[in-house]
T-cell receptor, first 115, second 116 residues
C-alpha cells in the first residue's frame, strides 16, 4: 500500500530514557516532516527535510534529533525524555510546498507517554 | 512570526444544520490553504483545499472560501451528519526561515459535534 508509515504506534517509557520513532513514505515525495500534537490537539511543526536536507527546524530542544538517511525515511531520536515530551508525534510527507503545492499525507501517529 | 488563527475552538450543531469554521493567516506569501479532518485517534486527512488564485471551491457538502485581501478563509459544511463530528484544522503554507522554503502551519483546531 502507498502510505506514510511510522513505528512504533505506542511508546511508554520512563523519564530520562532515549527513544526513537521511525518513518517511511513510498509516495515519491521529496519533503518529510515531524509534527507534535499535544493534549490540546495543537499540531506544531518540529522539523522538515527536503531530499535529506534539513530545511525547517522550529525551536525544538536539541534533545530531539531528526535523521534522514534517504528521502523516503525520516527518523526522530529523543534523548533524556521529559514528562512534557508526552504527545502524539506525526510524520508527514508532501511534494515541496510553495513550488508544487499539494496534499500533506500523515502517518498514523506515534503516541509517546513519558512516566 | 507567522501564524494561523482558527475559530471557534468548539462548535455544536444539530444534524442537518450548517457549520462554518473561520481562519485567518498572517503571511501574505501564503498560497495554499488545505483543511484537514481528524477523527478520534486517527491521523489528520485532507478534505478540501484551495489555492490562492481561486476564491471558492466546493465538493458536495463541503466548500471553502478565500479572501486574500483580508487574509481570511473559511470551511462551510452543509447538511451536517453525525459522521462529520471530528476536529477540523485549517492550514496555510508560509515561508520558512531558509530562503525558498515553505512550510505548512496549522490552525489550533475546531472540535465539531453534530448532534443527532
Amino acid at each position: 500500500d502507498t502510505a506514510v508509515s511510522q513505528t512504533p504506534k505506542y511508546l511508554v517509557t520512563q523519564m530520562g530514557n532515549d527513544k526513537s520513532i521511525k518513518c517511511e513514505q513510498n509516495l515519491g515525495h521529496d519533503t518529510m516532516y515531524w509534527y507534535k500534537q499535544d493534549s490540546k490537539k495543537f499540531l506544531k511543526i518540529m522539523f522538515s527535510y527536503n531530499n535529506k536536507e534539513l530545511i525547517i527546524n522550529e525551536t525544538v530542544p536539541n534533545r530531539f534529533s531528526p535523521k534522514s538517511p534517504d528521502k523516503a525515511h525520516l527518523n526522530l531520536h529523543i534523548n533524556s525524555l521529559e514528562l512534557g515530551d508526552s504527545a502524539v508525534y506525526f510524520c508527514a510527507s508532501s511534494f515541496p510546498p510553495g513550488r508544487v503545492t499539494g496534499e500533506l499525507f500523515f502517518g498514523e501517529g506515534s503516541r509517546l507517554t513519558v512516566l | 512570526g507567522e501564524n494561523v488563527e482558527q475559530h471557534p475552538s468548539t462548535l455544536s450543531v444539530q444534524e442537518g444544520d450548517s457549520a462554518v469554521i473561520k481562519c485567518t493567516y498572517s503571511d501574505s506569501a501564503s498560497n495554499y490553504f488545505p483543511w484537514y479532518k481528524q477523527e478520534l485517534g486517527k491521523r489528520p486527512q485532507l478534505i478540501i483545499d484551495i489555492r490562492s488564485n481561486v476564491g471558492e471551491k466546493k465538493d458536495q457538502r463541503i466548500a471553502v472560501t478565500l479572501n486574500k485581501t483580508a487574509k481570511h478563509f473559511s470551511l462551510h459544511i452543509t447538511e451536517t451528519q453525525p459522521e462529520d463530528s471530528a476536529v477540523y484544522f485549517c492550514a496555510a503554507t508560509t515561508r520558512g526561515t531558509t530562503s525558498g522554503t515553505y512550510k505548512y502551519i496549522f490552525g489550533t483546531g475546531t472540535r465539531l459535534k453534530v448532534l443527532a
